[in-house]
Each structure stands twice: as structure tokens, then as C-alpha cells.
DNA sequence: TGTACATCAGTGAACGCGCGTTCACTGATGTAC
DNA sequence: TGTACATCAGTGAACGCGCGTTCACTGATGTAC
């Protein structure tokens, strides 16, 4: 009675935990079936058979079981990312690019109506508090950690093109985000230029957009392969930073 | 009584045709409000001092206008870059790509609903029509023909990469639907290579993905300066098609 | 030109539905002594 | 260990709201002769 209760919490702190998992698990299928504006309270507890009032036992508002299932969602992507890049050698950049745009595409497909809940239509009237800036990251910090250790690594970079003086400030900020991260040694804050900064985030977008683009229905007419081409654009992104 | 009416209909079509515009406009002052999954229209009527079942006179579904609304979003966008990319003298292709870089970005930003209609997640349970693609298709006409012109012209090119087997039936339909464009002489159909294409299809994407970004809020905490951002991006986009 | 009829626009009530949230409540689980 | 009390989970009814769509209708506009 006394150590199980102390390590987990107690038998009602156990099941309230697991009840607060199963309300978003239920959301989660409601919103791979009708999407986010289809989520709807009453709908969730009735597919788990609780009246539905009962929910608000577990969370205050609809806005804050979407805020969960955002705060989720980053975490699961993140968390793809990293594992994927981990099970690649630390000296095969391009190899651990690859692996962050596949997994990230990878759980974009697997998660369709996450995916365009984290990046398509902001939800109207909903705004997305602090908390989810943390998890939000964290793909980018894969990224940028890639840059960083590229550039420690010495690797050859392409020739840097001109990086105008508005377009500095912003860049200084990004490189300051990118040295607070503790796998990053301070040594790289002077080798991440301006044009390295620029190339990374254009990766970026340019990784997102294609992603976007498959899976909103826009490469329709001119991709269909979309594996092979998804690859290729990929592997020509890499080459843009370096890898 | 004659030839006013055999001009322009009846009175009655004109009433008629008015009141369809008014109904899309009003639509669309709703769109920027609650965006599209809030688009109601009882509300639209009500707006309109009309009572809520008059629509049906209009549009036979929600969804019917939905799609009227989609189809005027394509061309308008359509049109603007259109107008933008006219306006730059033939021979200077990348000041053609920039007016129409800037352009997708100018429209959006004077349009964002109506860009996260057509760019951000697709609407649940409405699949767009036929008649939405050939307007939807405005835009990457435009850009296929300054690619096209290009090549015609003999601008000089980035070193071509390779483009795997796998891609080439795709960069073949993309070929084609280019010299479709009857702008688009038959001449460049054998130079438009398929490394080409993918470089057109890329720039595309890297364009509405740094919009998207930057609309749906992803480069908050990296870029605050959008303007040069956006402008030194597209001007490296540029260069990878060879402008 | 004038009349008879057909077409159409807009009305208002109704159908059937679903939603988020509140509230007073019952009964079970936990806590303190 | 046993009892008294406090905490919490889940209930069921209700509030107040909005939605898309249908339908029989009135009255105005157009058409044919």
C-alpha cells in the first residue's frame, strides 16, 4: 500500500492519469476522422461511454484538450525526428539530414490531421499559449544541430552568398538559440555565419513546404511518385547546406 | 428594352448576377473573420438582410459556394501575379520571378483566409471539384512559361544533378502540361530538361512554403524582419532556376 | 398594346441536429485522528 | 484498526445557442399570343 502508492501516485492519481490519456487518444481518432474543427467534446465522450460533462473533470475547455493534443503533437514529431537522426553515424551528415526530412515526412503521413493541426490552418479563435513553443522546437534544434556540428567538423561549405544588413539581426537571434542548446558547444557561435543561418532555414521551409504541398493536395498533376521525388528534393535541399 | 437586355439579360439576370457577387462578398468578409470551417450561411444572409433559406436561390449547398469561393481565390491570386509578372520587362527573368514571388506574398498577405482556404488544410469533407484546377493551376503556368522563356533564350543554367529514373515520368507530365501553354512555344519542350523542372517544382514549393511559414506563424522566434526575409530567400531561389 | 400564364425571388416556419458549458447531485475513494 | 470527514469522479438535466436544409406560400417580374 505504501511504496506502490508513493512511487505512482495513488489509485484514483493512476487512473485519472490514464483517463486524461484515453480522452486523447479518443480525440486524436476523432481528429484523424473529422479533423480539427470536427473535434468535438460531447462526440469524444461519448465514443468512451462517460456522459459529457464528465470531461471537464480532466480538462477546463476544448481549447485546452487542443492546446494537449498540439503539445502532443510536437512531442511525437520531435521525437521521431531525433530518434531517427540518432540511429545515424555523427559523421554522415547528409545521412542524418535525410533521416530528419523522411521522419518528419514519415509522421506527417502517419498523422495526416496532426500534422495539418501543428501546420496548416491556425485554428480560428484559438491561440496557442506558451507552452507549446518548447515542443515546437524541437525539430529545428535537430537541425540546427546538424549545422552546428557540421561547421565544428569543419566539413566543406558551399560557397556563402551575400546576407543583406536587415536580414542580420534576425540571424544573431537564431544563432544565439542554437548556442543555448548544451549539444552545441559554444565553439560553434562564431562558425555559423549569417549565409549558413539563411541556408538552414530555408531547408527548413523548404522541407515543411514540400510536405505541405503532398499532403494538402497541391503536387496533384505533377507528382505522383511522390516517394521518389520527395528523395530527390530532399537530397538537393541537403546539398544547399552542406551535407 | 431590346438591345440593353439582349447586351447584358434581363433585368432580372442582372439582379441575379449582383446578388451572387454580393453573396460571395459577404462570404468572403466572413471567411476573414472566422475563417473557413466558421463560414455560416445563416450568418452570410443575415448579413445580407435576407432571410437564411433565400440562399438557396444562389448556391444549392454550403458547399457549392465553398467552391465558388475557392475558384475566385485561384484567380484572383492568379490574376495578380498574372498583372505583377506583365509588368517586368520580358528579358529580365529574375526580376519576372521576383514580381511573382512577391506577389503570391503580397496577395496572401491582404488575403490570408482566403490563402488558408486554398493553401492551408483542405476543408473536412469537401473535395474540390474539376473546376477548381485549372484556375488552382494559374499560378505554376506562369512560372513554367518564365522557365520555358529561359531556356529559349539561352539564359545560362546551374550545372544540372541528376534526376533518378523514378522522377522522369513525372518531370514528362510536367513537360507536357508546359508546352501546353500556348505561350509556350514548342521549341522549349526539348530544352526544358527534366533537372529543370525539378528546380522549377522546387522554387514553387520553397515560394508557398516560406509563405505559409510565415502566415501560419512557424518562423516566429527566427525571422521578425518577413520583408527581407522573404526578399533575399526568393533571391536565392532565383538563382537555383537560373535567373 | 393588353391580357393570361409561367417563371422566379424571397418569406417564414419548421425539422432535426449538434454543440460547449454549468450545476446540483450521488456515491465512491482517500485522509486524519 | 475504525470512524468521521473531505475530496473527488461521474451523472443527468438544463441553458442557450447555432447550424444546413426543406417546403408550401406570396407577390413580383418576365413571356407568348
Redesign the pocket.
Known sequence: VTTD?DRFG????R??SE?VKEIKDTARRHLAEFGATG?????VT?DM??????????F????ELLTALIIDGYNSLGLAVEKAEAAVKKSDFRGRWMACAQAVRGWALEHRHEYALLFGTPVPKYSAPADTIEPASRVSRVLLRILAEMVVAGQPMPAPLPVPKSVRPDMAVVRNFATLDPLVGSAAAGLLTDDLLVRGLMAWTGLFGAVSFELFGHRQGSVENHNAFFAMEMERLGSQIGT
Open positions: 502508492l495513488t489509485a484514483r492519481d487512473v485519472r483517463l473535434l468535438s467534446l460531447r462526440a461519448r461511454g462517460m456522459v459529457s460533462s464528465a470531461v471537464y473533470r480532466y477546463p475547455s476544448r481549447d
